[in-house]
């Protein structure tokens, strides 16, 4: 059936340090979304990507569509603190598929 | 603007026991859905709705059930409450379902002993 992986689970960064999470599909996506999962939250939606390369910008963070619409990721540019969360994406096949997650974390 | 809200906010049951978990929507949504998400883990559909009157399983389905009778709400039954079923519970609605936003309720802590 169609999966949805993402990595990595965990990634520990430095403040001001870059943070990179990706998700691959196993089938062609329609479109992915990216939600944010702050600490005892729940998710939050980010943006949607629906076309193949599209690249979006939100401030420090960046949203990229593979060509072939089956990956997808999401870079964070010198993290701060209020970044710190669970980062999912959600994959739009014949029905929506949620990766695992990354957890960012920032390190004392 | 509620949204999505959802009740209780945290609650402990016995082995064996049964509950309902309250969702509700003022958006007139007409998606709604039932996640489960596990500590240190990503989500997982129980059971999703369409409309009114419609329900269809989803991912993990088993010891849940669900009905619709109303576009605005959406509860979640637990029949005999196992350890396994210990997690935290969220209700989402959505306009539609293909590339629309996904809206979640605050989420329900559900500890079995």
């Known amino acids: 059936g169609q999966q949805v992986m993402q990595i990595p689970q965990y990634q520990h960064v430095q403040e001001g340090e870059d943070f990179t999470t990706y998700c691959n599909s196993s089938t062609t996506l329609s479109n992915i979304q990216w939600y944010k999962q702050r600490p005892g939250g729940h998710p939050v939606f980010l943006i949607q990507l629906v076309k193949s390369g599209e690249v979006k910008k939100q401030k420090r963070l960046t949203f990229q569509f593979g060509e072939a619409k089956k990956n997808s990721s999401l870079h964070i540019t010198a993290t701060q603190t209020t970044d710190v969360g669970t980062y999912f994406c959600?994959?739009?096949?014949?029905?929506?598929?949620w990766g695992a997650g990354t957890k960012l974390i920032i390190k004392p | 603007n509620a949204g999505v809200t959802q009740t209780p906010k945290f609650r402990i049951l016995k082995i064996g026991q049964s509950m309902t978990l309250q969702c509700t929507q003022d958006?007139?949504?007409?998606?709604m859905y039932w996640y489960r998400q596990d500590p240190g883990m990503g989500l997982k559909l129980i059971y999703y709705s369409v409309g009114a009157g419609i329900t269809d399983k989803g991912e993990v389905p088993n010891g849940y059930n669900v009905s619709r009778s109303t576009t605005e709400d959406f509860p979640l039954r637990l029949e005999l409450a196992a350890p396994s079923q210990t997690s935290v519970y969220f209700c989402?609605?959505?306009?539609?379902?293909?590339?629309?936003?996904?809206?979640f309720g605050e989420g329900s802590w559900l500890t079995v002993v």
């Open positions: 989402a609605s959505s306009y539609g379902q293909q590339g629309n936003t996904i809206y």
């Open positions: 958006m007139n949504h007409n998606y």
């Open positions: 959600a994959g739009r096949g014949y029905q929506l598929i």
